[in-house]
């Protein structure tokens, strides 16, 4: 039974992504987009956060697709009797997002019926279950698939969405009804997305409707749809019958608990002034031309948006049990973890106010895919959950980290949490137009100490720390030189990082033949200095190690484990750090990469290629050797998350895939549309494959991928194109 929070702290709940939606004919699943399909060790992994509770998928259309009667339920038999086992109650979900299988849809009149046969089914063969939600979020998939047309059956009419919406209350009511006859104490958790909708004054009428409407599953459901309900008339005369409208009227279908879904996109601002909003597509209503914004980002509304204000609607409207069914939020890492804690915080505020909240869910455990696109395109983007599944074993992230310690009643703290997130943050605005500004007090926050300011590496992750956020300092030699104990000692006391990235480094491949000393004593001397002193404070140290601490010789790329085997002298100085820092400190993150690229700077083989080619010159690249190069943001931002998480030794970071210089020449050429025939071979050479992956998690996009978005947005390219 769902009792979580009565008198007790606030439970963790988690929750899988399950959609199932059909696209014109074609179904996508997202338990096999995110891998959990084939992954039954997931359930061990949610145990061990101490979760209590699961929203699980037992989904219609994976077990009943072609017909009524032919159900298929070997896979969730499992996958249930191990929840049993580990103690977490089972939410039930019979249908999420999805319209049902081939033979209904939320247009169908007779989807209720078929939906309670099913429930019936279903409940016989797992009576133990106790909790259930037949229709995630109805208003929700409702507007996604008969209003806005992403899903099945692609309706763009408002009168079909409002059908689609009293068909899935009747199915939700139908439903419950089957499964009380097998188990009469069975409770219904109805999930909703709780947002409120702002506006211009001359779009207030608009703004009155929309929030109005986003009443409407539960108002439904709890019998609030009589005669004199704001969208009664518009619904008998549009959307159900009489006797319809009846049966909902009963109150039967009223929900023993309200799963409360918000997102930082749940509110929204309608302004009819779309010049103010360049680079946003308006829409209408037939009566007015406006954008649609996240209310967030409206500096003018202060302090009446947030989770805090929205859930105090939900129960003062109900007065019916709270829980909040899904906190996720598709960005990096500190802000899904900032985002996390503001929620669990808020929830705090309000249960001291007396607001009945019983538990968070840890939603997207295992992350999403192409939600970016609602699922309407297959790029492949993955957006990470609670744990990373690019990893042979999905790798539990800091927001599971964080999650578990909040479930269990504990304080997080983290120098993440010194900054408050973007959200909340300045420059946040249309009106300001900048999202990379850090807040006033930034000074107070812990920083990140970053070496190497005059170098490619040390200004892309000044970069990116202020684009996402991160306090940090990035340090010149002069300020921290990595050679000297005194001046490295200086600078953790003066500026009191939380962690240090060494980017410094000797890069020059070729003249470390004739500087070996020198060499040796920036890449490795310095490294192991860096790393005694942050073992002394217990500072987290991040150093950058190369693909050429390998001869090239293996035949196939290599992976972590294998041994170094250095042909030249700097990748004899970048072996010998990796040795020194993992004799020191095995908690250090060691980052081999290879041959990056990145669109702030010139010093790299693509723009000096491109560059060439421009002036008309030809290009001679070797054939013979292949690498694996690497996009600078990506590097970064994987670099960031994996500092962030607590990751610790050796980690393989390049773009997926292996091309030779000649192939990665010619690619840049054809890309930038400047002379590819110019690129030739050179004569002579030794084969040598020096190129990456890893047996640790592919955490990088295809290379294919990153080489377009150089091209189309390299700011050197641009100027020189």
């Not at 696209?23 to 979760?51: C, F, K, M, P, W």
């Not at 773009?655 to 050179?682: C, T």
């Amino acid at each position: 039974m769902i009792t979580g929070g009565e008198g007790g702290p606030l439970e963790l709940w988690g929750g899988v992504e399950c959609t199932v939606v059909r696209i014109g004919d074609e179904y996508r699943n997202q338990l096999v987009d995110t891998g959990h399909a084939s992954r039954i060790g997931d359930l061990d992994a949610i145990a061990e956060l101490g979760v209590k509770a699961v929203r699980y998928p037992i989904v219609w259309e994976t077990v009943a697709p072609e017909a009524p009667g032919e159900c298929d339920f070997s896979w969730h038999d499992k996958r249930l009797k191990r929840l049993r086992e580990l103690g977490i109650q089972v939410i039930g979900g019979l249908v999420h997002h999805g319209s049902g299988p081939r033979y209904t849809n939320l247009l169908d009149a007779n989807f209720p019926s078929l939906l309670a046969d099913y429930a019936d089914k279903v409940a016989r063969r797992y009576p133990w279950v106790e909790a259930w939600t037949p229709v995630n979020e109805p208003l929700t998939t409702a507007r996604f698939s008969c209003l806005y047309g992403h899903w099945y059956p692609h309706k763009h009419d408002i009168d079909a969405m409002f059908r689609a919406l009293v068909i899935e209350c009747l199915a939700t009511a139908g439903a419950m009804k089957a499964i009380r006859k097998v188990n009469p104490a069975a409770q219904l958790l109805v999930t909703e997305d709780i947002g409120k909708t702002f506006a211009t004054e001359r779009l207030a009428y608009q703004a009155r409707h929309e929030n109005e409407r986003r009443w409407l599953s539960l108002d439904l459901l709890t019998g609030r749809v009589e005669p004199g309900h704001p969208f009664y008339q518009w619904l008998r005369n549009k959307a159900a019958s009489q006797a319809e409208l009846e049966e909902l009227a009963s109150g039967e279908a009223t929900p023993d608990v309200i799963g409360f879904n918000h997102y930082l996109t749940s509110e929204r601002f309608l302004d009819h002034r779309v010049e103010r909003y360049p680079g946003v597509e308006p829409g209408s209503n037939g009566r007015d031309t406006y954008v649609d914004v996240e209310a967030v980002r409206i500096a003018s509304l202060g302090g009446e948006v947030g989770t805090g204000r929205r859930l105090r609607e939900t129960w003062q409207r109900y007065q019916l049990p709270l829980v909040i069914s899904e906190v996720h939020h598709g960005c990096t890492r500190e802000e899904q973890v900032r985002w996390l804690t503001d929620v669990w915080n808020d929830a705090e505020k309000e249960r001291r106010a007396g607001v009945d909240v019983r538990a968070i869910t840890l939603w997207s455990m295992f992350g999403a895919v192409d939600w970016r696109s609602l699922l309407t395109r297959r790029d492949g983007s993955y957006d990470v959950g609670a744990f990373d599944t690019r990893s042979e074993t999905p790798r539990p992230t800091l927001v599971a980290k964080a999650a578990a310690k909040l479930g269990r009643g504990e304080q997080f703290e983290h120098p993440l949490l010194d900054l408050p997130g973007w959200w909340k943050r300045r420059g946040r605005t249309h009106a300001q137009r900048r999202y990379d500004t850090l807040p006033a007090n930034c000074s107070n926050a812990r920083p990140i100490l970053i070496t190497g300011a005059t170098g490619t590496l040390g200004q892309a992750f000044s970069r990116i720390c202020s684009h996402r956020g991160l306090a940090h300092v990035l340090t010149s030699r002069a300020e921290l030189d990595i050679t000297s104990k005194e001046s490295i000692a200086a600078a953790l006391q003066t500026y009191k990082p939380w962690a240090v990235i060494n980017t410094a480094g000797f890069v020059r491949v070729a003249e470390a033949e004739k500087l070996p000393d020198e060499c040796f004593q920036i890449n490795a001397t310095g490294p192991e200095l860096l790393a005694k002193a942050c073992k002394l404070h217990a500072i987290p140290l991040v150093n950058f190690s190369s693909d050429l601490v390998f001869d090239g010789k293996l035949g196939r790329a290599y992976i972590e484990p294998d041994e170094p085997a250095p042909a030249c002298e700097y990748g004899r100085s970048k072996a010998e750090a990796e040795a020194r820092l993992m004799e020191i400190d095995a908690d250090a993150l060691v980052i081999r990469t290879s041959a990056f690229f990145g669109p702030w700077d010139r010093y790299n083989f693509l723009y000096d290629t491109i560059e060439r080619l421009k002036r008309g010159e030809e290009v001679v690249a070797c054939d013979k050797t292949m690498v694996s190069p690497t996009y600078v943001p990506d590097l970064v931002h994987a670099t960031l998350d994996l500092l962030i998480d607590d990751e610790k030794g050796i980690w393989h970071l390049t773009n997926q895939g292996a091309v030779s210089w000649h192939e990665l020449a010619h690619a840049a050429a054809d890309m930038a549309k400047v002379g590819p025939d110019r690129v030739r071979v050179a004569d002579g050479g030794e084969r040598a494959d020096t190129s990456l992956t890893s047996s640790r998690g592919l955490l990088l996009r295809p290379l294919e991928s990153a080489l377009t978005d150089f091209v189309e947005h390299s700011e050197t390219l641009r100027e020189l194109l």
